[in-house]
């Protein structure tokens, strides 16, 4: 069983954002695009990996978009997982518009659950500050 969770991370890392709730969770969809999630992560207008805020949701994956100066669209989805041995039971999907201003980044967000037939369950809002962590030579 703890296979499981790896399988579904490789296989989903093939899809696009629209193959990843369109098609069966555990099999590859007809237009493998791994080679381009790959690219995306790395570049610089890029990916987004964040971590689930508790043990119920997946990491999620998503993008960031520079939309001005200092400003920057981001967009990422996940899984929601029901408890053991029921499965997934929806998925989360969190926007946020924010300003970076030298180690600080702040903005608002909008955070979004879905059922797994794609019905809004819940939506939150709240207002985000990230500060970068400095660099500690060894």
Known sequence: YFLLPIAWVLIAATKS???LYSTFGLWFSDSPQAWENLVALFTQDGGVVA????VSLSPGYGHWQRTGNGEF??????????????????????RSTIQFRGDTLHGPFLTEIFALNGTLLLSASG???LQRIGLEPL
Not at 51 to 54: I, K, L, N
């Open 17 to 19: 954002p629209g193959d």
């Open 51 to 54: 971590q689930g805020c508790d």
């Open 73 to 94: 669209a981001v967009t990422f989805t996940g899984v929601s997982y029901g408890p053991p041995g029921t499965g997934t039971t929806g998925s989360y999907k969190v």
């Open 127 to 129: 207002e985000v500050t």
